[in-house]
C-alpha cells in the first residue's frame, strides 16, 4: 500500500506541474510563428537580396568606371644667406638676409577605363547573375517547405503524444479498478494473495507508464517550441485535433508534381544552367578584347617667392586611347 500511495501521490505531482507560461496555439499560428522566428530563414532571406541586388549590368561590366583624381603637392625651400663687402665710400659692409620659396601645386582630373568588347563575357555574366538569383530564391522555398514540414511533424507529434497520454491514462484507471475489485475479493474469500500482487503489479506498470508518456508530452511540446524559437520555459496548449486524413494518391499525379513542384529538383536544373554559362564564359578568351581609356587632367600651381606669389594655371592634357589585344597562344591553356 506504500508503493501505491507514493505513486499516486507522484502522479498527482507531475499532473499539477505546469511551466511559467502558456499560450494556445493553432497550427496554422504555430507555422506563422515559426516561420517569423526562423533564423535559417532570415539569412537565407538576406542572401536572397544580395543576389538581387547583384543582378544588374553594373556588375556583369557593361558600363564604363569612372573615376576622379586629384593630387595636391605642397614644396618649400628657406635659405640664410650671408653677404660681405666694401661700399662705394670704401667702408666695409657686411649683413644676412633670409630667401623663401614656396610652391602648391594641384592636378585635379577625371578618367575613363571601358571595355568595349570581352567576346560577349558581359553578356553571359548578366545571364549567370540571373540564374543565380533564381537559384537563391529556390533556396529560400527549400527552408521555407523544410520549416513547415518541421512544424507540421512537431505539432502532430505533440498531438500524438497527447493521445496516447490519454490512452494510457485510461489503462492506468482500469487497472486500478481492477486492483481494488480483486482486494475486495479477497476480503470475502474468493481471491488469493497472488491474485493482489498480480492485479497491484499490473497497475504499478500502468502507473509508471503513465508517468514516461507525460514525460513525452512535454518533451514534445518542448521540441515544438525549439522549432517556433521560443524560450524553452513555454508550454504551448495545442488547439487543433489529432485527425488523421487519408488521401489516395496515384503515380503519375506525384510525377507530374515532382517534376512542376518540387524546388530541390528546379534548383538542380539551375544548377546545370549556372554551369553552361560557366563554359561559356572560359569559351569568351577565344575572342579577342577591345578597351577604351580616356582622361582629362588642369594643374594648377601657386608659387611664393620671397613672400610674392605667382599663380600658374596649366593647360588642359586629355588622353583618348584604344587597346585592342588578342592572345594567339598561351601554351594551350585556353
Request: proline letters at 1%.
Amino acid at each position: 500500500m506504500r508503493i501505491t500511495y507514493i505513486l499516486s501521490i507522484s502522479i498527482i505531482f507531475f499532473s499539477s506541474i505546469k511551466l511559467k507560461s502558456q499560450e494556445s496555439i493553432s497550427l496554422s499560428n504555430a507555422i506563422q510563428k515559426g516561420l517569423e522566428n526562423n533564423y535559417s530563414i532570415r539569412i537565407t532571406n538576406l542572401n536572397t537580396d544580395i543576389a538581387n541586388n547583384n543582378n544588374s549590368w553594373g556588375t556583369a561590366g557593361l558600363f564604363p568606371k569612372i573615376d576622379i583624381n586629384i593630387d595636391p603637392g605642397f614644396s618649400g625651400n628657406k635659405k640664410e644667406n650671408d653677404y660681405s663687402g666694401q661700399s662705394f665710400l670704401g667702408t666695409d659692409t657686411s649683413y644676412s638676409y633670409t630667401s623663401e620659396l614656396q610652391n602648391f601645386g594641384m592636378s585635379p582630373g577625371v578618367s575613363l577605363n571601358w571595355r568595349l568588347f570581352n567576346g560577349f563575357a558581359v553578356k553571359i555574366t548578366k545571364e549567370k547573375l540571373e540564374q543565380y538569383q533564381k537559384l537563391s530564391e529556390g533556396n529560400l522555398a527549400i527552408v521555407v517547405e523544410n520549416t513547415i514540414q518541421a512544424i507540421y511533424l512537431g505539432y502532430y507529434s505533440a498531438l500524438l503524444e497527447r493521445e496516447k497520454l490519454e490512452i494510457v491514462k485510461e489503462i492506468m484507471a482500469l487497472s486500478l479498478d481492477r486492483y481494488k475489485y480483486v482486494m475486495e475479493r479477497k476480503k470475502l474469500g474468493s481471491a488469493v494473495t497472488y491474485d493482489v500482487l498480480q492485479a497491484k503489479n499490473a497497475y504499478l506498470a500502468d502507473s509508471s507508464n503513465y508517468l514516461m508518456q507525460q514525460m513525452n508530452v512535454k518533451n514534445s511540446l518542448r521540441n515544438l517550441s525549439m522549432l517556433l524559437g521560443e524560450s524553452s520555459g513555454k508550454e504551448y496548449i495545442l488547439t487543433d485535433g489529432f485527425e488523421v486524413l487519408t488521401v489516395n494518391y496515384e503515380y503519375g499525379d506525384l510525377f507530374n508534381k515532382l517534376q512542376s513542384e518540387n524546388k530541390t529538383l528546379k534548383n538542380q536544373f539551375i544548377n546545370q544552367e549556372i554551369l553552361k554559362k560557366d563554359i561559356n564564359l572560359a569559351k569568351s578568351s577565344l575572342y579577342p578584347s577591345l578597351s577604351l581609356f580616356s582622361s582629362v587632367s588642369y594643374p594648377i600651381s601657386n608659387t611664393s617667392v620671397d613672400n610674392t606669389t605667382t599663380k600658374v594655371n596649366g593647360t588642359y592634357s586629355y588622353l583618348a586611347n584604344f587597346s585592342l589585344s588578342f592572345n594567339l597562344f598561351n601554351g594551350f591553356n585556353t
